[in-house]
């Protein structure tokens, strides 16, 4: 065999292993510097995140039904031209500042398909600081799902299981037109509105979520007080330096509750708090070795469940 013919064969195979493993849109979603672009009909489609957020404000508003990949298909972009004659945009299928802005508008007026009617029964927020979207649950289903902003690498969101403990209209400046606060032990979080729109989808604020004005909106109408709210996302492990007990928050509680769930205990939700719930699971792991059945974390459970720095 010569070595020309080598050569291509290695070429196949490599192009093969690429195209197996290689997806454009991973390849752009981590980028948080990519400057605004005009999003148009090519081949191969243009790819990456803003794609994908267009995408998913489309579906929101009922123009498009596709899959979310994060490419700039023919069906998409259908989508976009039915979006700018309803808005009285130039009708070009190409999304531009102008396109951007009406998407993001409070003006919008409601999908198509809208569903006037709110979520019924228990309603739940799930909040993917991957994917950035909230997503909202009415009785275990998907109801409705919003992009999102999350915090910076250095301020991120804070990762658990909170409930909302206020609400709040005008919260302040910068903080769009409503607020829902969280119950985070360490500070001041929430989902609240922005006057930065062009910042969802993106990795940058204090820790808060941020919603589209018209996004948080609708959400303030449906959810009540107390409704559940899980983070998902990355939270790097704390060492526990000192014994813990009831009546405590903060990181290194949430790491004795996310600690007891790996060694299948359950100790509610991972909210931060040594309530009753982690109390009666610490008293659940005490029994289970024979030791002091007093509800505390003291060293002995600290070192059966892998705790102390």
Partial sequence: MSF??????????????????????QAALPCECLEDRVLILTDPPMAGYDVLLLQERLAELAYYEGPFNGLYTVDLAKAVAAFQADQQLPVNGEV???????????????????KKKGPQGEITIEIDTYS??????????VFKRYPVAIGKPSTKS?????????????WGDGFGTRWLGLNVPWGIYGIHGTNKPWSIGRAESQG???????????LYEWVPLKTRVKIIGQRLPVKVN????????????????????????????????????TEAAVRELEAQFQLKLDGRADWNVLYLLDLPG
């Fill in 96 to 114: 531009g500042p102008l396109t951007w802005a009406a998407l993001g508008a409070e003006t919008i007026p409601a999908a198509r398909d809208e």
């Fill in 242 to 277: 000192r014994p813990l007990e009831p009546g405590q928050m903060g990181l290194s509680v949430m790491q004795l509750q996310d600690n007891l769930l790996k060694i299948g205990i359950e100790s509610g939700y991972r909210d931060a708090r040594y309530g009753e719930t």
């Fill in 4 to 25: 020309n013919i080598k050569a291509i064969l290695f070429l196949i195979l490599l192009l093969s292993f690429h195209g197996l493993f290689f997806n454009p849109i």
């Fill in 158 to 170: 804070p990762v658990g299981e909170w409930a909302i403990i206020s609400k709040s209209k005008d």
């Fill in 132 to 141: 950035r979207v909230l997503t909202l649950y009415a009785d275990g289903k």
């Fill in 208 to 218: 808060c979520i941020r919603m589209y004005n018209r996004d948080v909106e609708e």
